[in-house]
């Protein structure tokens, strides 16, 4: 593997896309996409059912090559044409079915496909690195010998998010990271995001969980039929999210919304 990039200030800019598109044939999935992620920073990639998100991500994975457009890493135009390669330059990727094996334990899962010492496996060394990753991430999990066959939906999604984390990447994309979860679990994957963000990396989310968007994201950048429809902070209104995803200003949220505007107005003196 190739030597890592420096690790980037808090708030300089690792990533910058400008104009990608993506064509199937003739199907257009992206269009004259703007992206940038900073160091140390939540990004959170929002938008209906065919918006293009996914496409998005696996051209950033290194799945898709784009069409057209330029796509900066670091201050450098860089092609992304295998995922192997994305990897490389520290752009790590957590589908959302995490590709854990149910079966192995918790320090097998971690270090699945970069054993230390592969020819004979120093598992002392591979468990207190497991240990020590988890403590710093605060993650709930028993034991790092535990199969993870028997651990919660969101300690799978912590396995998943620590084993993308010991190859030292400078991104970290998480597809649907709270899909699935009961309140709690996706408190505790919510809570491991805002440290993942607080190590200094940058982190681009995907979720329809609008509420889990709003708690960890310090962007939230809205695809619409594969184009930009807008960058918004957390403390964007609901119902202005809501028209930027679905390309409609009057929709039941706006309408909801005025409906209580004007019931609290009437009660005013």
């Not at 104009?19 to 160091?39: C, N, P, Q, W, Y």
């Not at 809570?191 to 709003?214: A, T, W």
């Not at 619409?224 to 209104?237: H, K, Q």
Request: proline letters at 4%; one cysteine or more; aromatic letters at 2%.
């Amino acid at each position: 593997m190739q030597a890592r990039e420096r690790l980037p200030a808090k708030g300089e800019r690792i990533l910058s896309l400008r104009g990608v598109s993506k064509r199937f044939g003739a199907v257009s999935a992206l269009t004259d996409i703007e992206l940038d992620v900073h160091a140390g920073e939540v990004v959170a990639l929002v938008g209906d059912n065919g918006a293009g998100k996914s496409t998005l991500v696996k051209v950033l994975a290194g799945v898709h090559q784009p069409t057209e457009g330029a796509i900066e890493y670091m201050g450098r135009p860089v092609t992304l044409d295998t995922p192997a390669k994305a990897l490389e330059m520290g752009i790590a990727t957590v589908f959302q079915d995490l590709a854990l094996c149910e079966n192995l334990d918790v320090v097998a899962n971690l270090f699945l496909g970069h054993e230390l010492s592969p020819w004979r496996l120093d598992e002392v060394q591979m468990e207190v690195r497991a240990w020590t990753l988890l403590k710093e991430l605060a993650a709930r999990i028993p034991s790092v010998r535990e199969p993870v066959a028997s651990l919660s939906g969101g300690q799978r999604q912590t396995v998943a998010i620590a084993r993308s984390l010991l190859l030292d990447p400078r991104i970290i994309m998480l597809d649907e990271p709270t899909a699935a979860l009961g309140v709690a679990q996706t408190a505790e994957v919510l809570n491991l995001i805002d440290r993942v963000r607080d190590r200094g990396l940058g982190v681009i989310i995907i979720s329809h969980n609008m509420e889990d968007v709003r708690a960890v994201a310090d962007r939230i950048v809205v695809l619409r039929l594969g184009r930009n429809n807008g960058v918004f902070t957390a403390e964007a209104s609901h119902q202005d999210l809501v028209a930027a995803i679905t390309g409609a200003t009057e929709n039941s949220v706006t309408r909801r919304h005025e409906r209580l505007q004007a019931g609290a107005g009437g009660t005013n003196p």
